[in-house]
C-alpha cells in the first residue's frame, strides 16, 4: 500500500472515530421552543412554551398577552369578605371564574390562613379590587412590588409602603421578588425549583403579560427557579416582571363562554387561593368567512336531518327522498351533498323541500352578523327547480327568506348568494316582512321549490361572508357583476358602463 493510501484510510478512520465521539461523548444542545400567539378574547392572545431536560429541566409554559390600549379589557382581584376573619374568601380558579364572570383568573397574592379560619384568607401586601381596598398597604423590606392598574388599564409596578398614594388606581396586588426589571434578568441564585406564576409588562407598556410554569409532575414539567422563571417573561415580551404566589397555587383558568370554566395549564393541586387577578374581556368577533357544511369527508355539519323532517316540506314523498353526502360531486373540496328529491304524484301543484339547518333554532345554529352575503352552490339537471334560502332574526322569533332563484338545468355547479344588507333579496316569510335590521341571524334552512317530477341536487360550502359576497371558485370570462355565473344580469351591466371610463383593468371599461 503506497504512502498516499496509507493516509486516506487514516483520515477516513479518523473521521469515523470523531462521528462516533461527537454523537456518543458531547452533550446534546437542549431546546427552548416558543409557541405562536393565539387569539384567546378581544385584546387577549395565548401561548405556549416549552423547555427540555437538556436545556435546563422539562418545563411546560402557558402565557397570555392582555393589550391594555384594548376598550373591553378591565381587571378585577378578589373582593373583600366583609366582616368575616381575613381579608377575603379563599376560591379555586373555577370558582372564581364563574362567580366573578371574568374571561381570565390567575392566582396573585401570598396569603396566611389558620386551622380555624380554613377558608378565609389574610392578604400579604396591598390589594386592590375596583377601586376598593380589599388588603391595606404594608411596608416590606423584601424587594415586594405592587403591580398597580387605573381605571384606564394604566398599568405600573411600584415598591408600595404604607403612606404610598393610590389615587386612581382601580386594581392592585402585591408580591415578591421582583425578578425581571428593565430586561435585567434575576440576579440571584435561588436553587428552589417549584411551579411558579408571573406577571410583567411591555417595554412600550402596551401589554400585560401573565405566565405559568407547570411543576411537581414528574416526566411532563418539573417548575423553574426564579432566574429560569425572569427568563420566560423576558421571553414572552416582558420588560419588567414580578413573580407571585406559586407552588400548588399556581392556576391559569378562563371562561368557556357558557357560564364554567376551563384550565389552560396543569396546575399540581385545585387549590383554593386568598387572591385573584381577574380579566374582563370581549368574545372573539367572528371570522368574516365562514362555513356552515363543506361536506368533506362525510361530514353534515347542520344540515344532517331527512328532506322530510320539517313539516313545511309539501308533495313529496317522505320516505323515498334522501339527502346524503357524496364524495363523486363536489364544487369545492372532495364532498358535496346529494339530495334526492321523489315526487308524490298523489299531491298536484309541485313540491317544497325545506332543509333545515340542525332543527331551526337559534341554540342549534352558529350565530352571524347581518352583513355581507350568504349562500350556497348547487347543481342540478332537473329543469324548473328554484332554490331560496331562509334564516331567523336575532330572537328567533321572525324569519325571513331570499327571494326565488332559477336554477339552470344544465348539470353545472352555480353560485346562489343573497346580501343581507338589500332588501330586494329578501321577502316575507315566517312573521317576518322581507327587512334585515337586526344586529345578528342564523340559518334556518336552504328550500328548494320544483315542479310535479323528480329532481336530483347537488349543494356544497353553504357559507356567510360577513364582509364581500361569497365569490367564485375560479374567474368566469363575462362575469361582470362577480355573482359567479354569466347572464343577463351582466349585459345590463355592460350596458350601464358603456363609455362610462377608460380604466384598462375593469373589463366593462370601453372608452378609448
Known sequence: MTTKSRLQNWIISLAGSLVVFFSVVLPVQGKITIGAWKPLFKGIDHAQGSADEAE?????????????????????????????LGDTTRQTGSQFITSYGVQVGINAH??????????????????????????????????????????????????????????????????????????????????DVHPRTAVGISQNNRYLIIITIDGRQSGYSDGATLKETSHWLLRFGAYNGLNLDGGGSTHMWISDGAGGAVVLNSPSENRSVGNHLGIYAAPLPPPPYYVYADFEDGLEGPFYQTLGYSGSTTGIDEAASTAEPVSTEHAAGAWSQKLTVVDDPAISGGWLVRHLSATASRSGNTIRPT???????????????????????????????????????????????????NDDHWEAWHNGDGIIDTPDFTLDSIQFFGPDTNAVIYIDEVSHNSEDSLGCFEEMAGDLNEDCRTDIEDLVVFAQNWLACNDPDNSWCFAP
Open 110 to 191: 401570598f396569603y396566611s390562613t389558620t386551622s380555624d379560619i380554613n377558608w378565609q384568607a389574610d392578604l400579604l401586601g396591598l390589594c386592590v379590587s375596583e377601586g376598593q381596598i380589599v388588603s391595606a398597604l404594608e411596608s416590606y423590606a423584601n424587594g415586594g412590588r405592587s403591580l398597580l392598574i387605573t381605571q384606564e388599564n394604566n398599568a405600573r409596578f411600584e415598591q408600595t409602603h404604607v403612606g404610598s398614594n393610590l389615587t386612581g388606581v382601580w386594581t392592585a396586588i402585591e408580591a415578591w421578588p421582583f425578578i425581571l426589571e428593565n430586561g435585567a434578568l434575576y440576579a440571584p441564585v435561588n436553587p
Open 56 to 84: 435546563v429541566r422539562l418545563q411546560k409554559v402557558n402565557a397570555l398577552r392582555v393589550d391594555l390600549t384594548d376598550p373591553d379589557i378591565s381587571f378585577i382581584a378578589t373582593h373583600s369578605n366583609g366582616d368575616l
Open 371 to 421: 352583513t355581507g352575503w350568504v349562500g350556497f352552490w348547487a347543481k342540478t339537471s332537473a329543469a324548473g327547480v328554484e332554490a331560496a334560502l331562509a334564516i331567523d332574526n336575532t330572537n328567533n322569533v321572525t324569519a325571513d327568506l331570499g327571494v326565488r332563484q332559477a336554477m339552470p338545468a344544465d348539470g353545472k355547479w352555480h353560485l346562489y348568494q343573497w346580501n343581507l344588507e
